[in-house]
């Protein structure tokens, strides 16, 4: 049996065919994995339960069929969708998990993140998750018209693209730093949970790593986006393959 790993789907109604490829891929290549887990950014932006989002309730009918099936789906909120609420969970079929989390995966503890956490030279970055991650942060942008919150996301995800641009037009070298993990946060982080493998997404540099931290041989595995094709951790107990998933046209 597999579990399967994906994160940084960024479903959005704009890139239809990602939808498709995904839904494809609970229908099939998920149904009869022993889990799936989600490890955030699933879509491109969550501002609340709310959202009528169409994108958002055909992908909840696939995942709730694919729970209801037996297999159980994990989410780890990601910086596009932190504000994923129990409610669309719970309409998904999925239980949410904290980030950080260990999970017992064949027998070894596993760590699981987004990612972001791990990029710790992004002190920008840093500072505006620690505020929308403040449970008095979200209560007050939640209580907001659904407009408003469609309209900020939006402000939101432009200045971050304005913020990136400049950053690669000054220091592409230092923009590619910036946005990776910080090594020392990596190996400080499996060192204190004590565990050998770290799975996470975030930076959209699919690999797989091989790193010494807490005076052991460690791994760090990075799960690809979903931008332009599908990206999947397959797990099983013999060992672990990341692959890519055709889009259909």
Not at 30 to 45: I, S, T, W
């Amino acid at each position: 049996m597999t579990t399967l790993f994906v994160s940084d789907l960024h479903l959005d109604p704009a890139r239809p065919a990602i939808t498709a490829l995904f839904l494809r891929f609970l229908r099939e290549a998920a149904a009869g994995a022993d889990a799936l887990y989600v490890l955030g950014d699933l879509f491109e932006a969550w501002v609340g339960d709310d959202d009528p989002s169409q994108a958002g309730a055909e992908v909840a009918v696939g995942l709730r069929a694919l729970a209801g099936a037996g297999v159980p789906v994990y989410f780890i909120h990601g910086n596009r969708d932190f504000l994923l609420g129990r409610d669309y969970a719970a309409q998904a079929g999925m239980r949410i998990l904290p980030d950080p989390a260990v999970v017992s995966l064949y027998g070894r503890p596993v760590l699981l993140m987004h990612g972001d956490l791990l990029c710790s030279d992004d002190v920008a970055y840093q500072a505006f998750r620690a505020q929308t991650r403040d449970p008095a942060w979200q209560a007050r942008f939640l209580a907001q018209p659904l407009a408003a919150r469609l309209a900020f996301a939006e402000q939101a995800r432009q200045a971050s693209m304005a913020r990136q641009q400049e950053m690669i037009a000054g220091d592409r070298a230092g923009f590619e730093t910036v946005t990776d993990v910080t090594p020392a946060t990596v190996e400080a982080t499996l060192a204190r949970f004590g565990v050998d493998t770290l799975i996470h997404g975030h930076t959209h540099r699919p690999a797989v790593h091989a790193l010494h931290a807490g005076g052991r041989d460690c791994r760090r595995i990075v799960l690809g986006d979903w931008y332009e094709q599908g990206s999947v951790l397959r797990v099983d107990r013999d060992g672990m393959a990341l692959e890519a998933l055709a889009v259909v046209r």
